[in-house]
Antibody
C-alpha cells in the first residue's frame, strides 16, 4: 500500500526546535519530489517547502525561509523537516505529500499529518 | 488572507449538484493548472482533480472540474452524505514562486 506517515510533532516552546519525519512506503521514494504543507487551526492549507527527488534542490515559503530545513534520506525512504526558532504562528498540522509528475505535478499522496503546537 | 479565494461554505441535499468556486489571478490560476483536494479533518487529504479537469484513477465521475480565465470550479453531482468534507483548490503561483491553496470550502450535506 502506498503510504506516508508523519511523526515528530508535539508541544514546543517559542524559540525551540523540532524535527518532523515522514516515512514513505509502497513506492519508489527516490523517484519523487516531496513537499511539506501545513494547516493552522481553523485555517486553510499552506505550502511550506519542497525537495526534489535526489535532494539537491529545495524551496521554501517566505514565512519559514531561514528557519526550516527540508531534507530526505532516500536509503531510509524518509523525508524530514527541521524546524528551528519556532513561533506561535508555526502552530499547525504538518502534512507531507508526494508530487506526481505523471499527474502534472499533483500532490497525489498525503499523510495524515502531525500536530505541532508552539506555546509557552 | 489567501491569494486564491474560495467561499467558506457550501451546502446541498442528497442527490443535488453543488459547485464550489476558486478565484485567483493571472499569476496562478490564469496561467497554471488547478488542482482540487478533499479533506476530512484528521485524515489525509485526497486528490480529486488535477490539470483543471482530470480525475485520478478511483475518483468517481460525480466529481468534475473546470477552469476559465482566473477562476476555477469543482462540481459534485449526485451529492452523498460522505461528500461532507473540506475542499481546497490549489495552483502554482509564478510571481510568488510557491504553491498557493484556497482557504477551503466546508461542504455540508443537509
Amino acid at each position: 500500500e502506498v503510504q506516508l506517515v508523519e511523526s515528530g510533532g508535539g508541544l514546543i516552546q517559542p524559540g525551540g526546535s523540532l524535527r518532523l519525519s515522514c516515512a514513505a512506503s509502497g513506492f519508489t521514494f527516490n523517484s519523487y519530489w516531496m513537499h511539506w504543507v501545513r494547516q493552522a487551526p481553523g485555517q486553510g492549507l499552506v505550502w511550506v517547502s519542497h525537495i526534489i527527488s535526489d535532494g539537491s534542490d529545495t524551496n521554501y515559503a517566505d514565512s519559514v525561509k531561514g528557519r526550516f530545513t527540508i531534507s530526505r534520506d532516500n536509503a531510509k525512504n524518509t523525508l524530514y523537516l527541521q524546524m528551528n526558532s519556532l513561533r506561535a504562528e508555526d502552530t499547525a498540522v504538518y502534512f507531507c505529500a508526494r508530487e506526481a509528475q505523471t499527474l502534472d505535478d499533483a500532490f497525489d499522496i498525503w499523510g495524515q499529518g502531525t500536530m505541532v503546537t508552539v506555546s509557552s | 488572507q489567501s491569494v486564491v479565494t474560495q467561499p467558506p461554505s457550501a451546502s446541498g441535499t442528497p442527490g443535488q449538484r453543488v459547485s464550489i468556486s476558486c478565484s485567483g489571478s493571472s499569476s496562478n490560476i490564469g496561467d497554471n493548472n488547478v488542482y482540487w483536494y478533499q479533506h476530512l479533518p484528521g485524515t489525509a487529504p485526497k486528490l480529486l482533480i488535477y490539470s483543471n479537469n482530470q480525475r485520478p484513477s478511483g475518483v468517481p465521475d460525480r466529481f468534475s472540474g473546470s477552469r476559465s480565465g482566473t477562476s476555477a470550479s469543482l462540481a459534485i453531482s449526485g451529492l452523498r452524505s460522505d461528500d461532507e468534507a473540506d475542499y481546497f483548490c490549489a495552483a502554482w503561483d509564478d510571481s510568488l514562486n510557491t504553491w498557493v491553496f484556497g482557504g477551503g470550502t466546508k461542504l455540508t450535506v443537509l
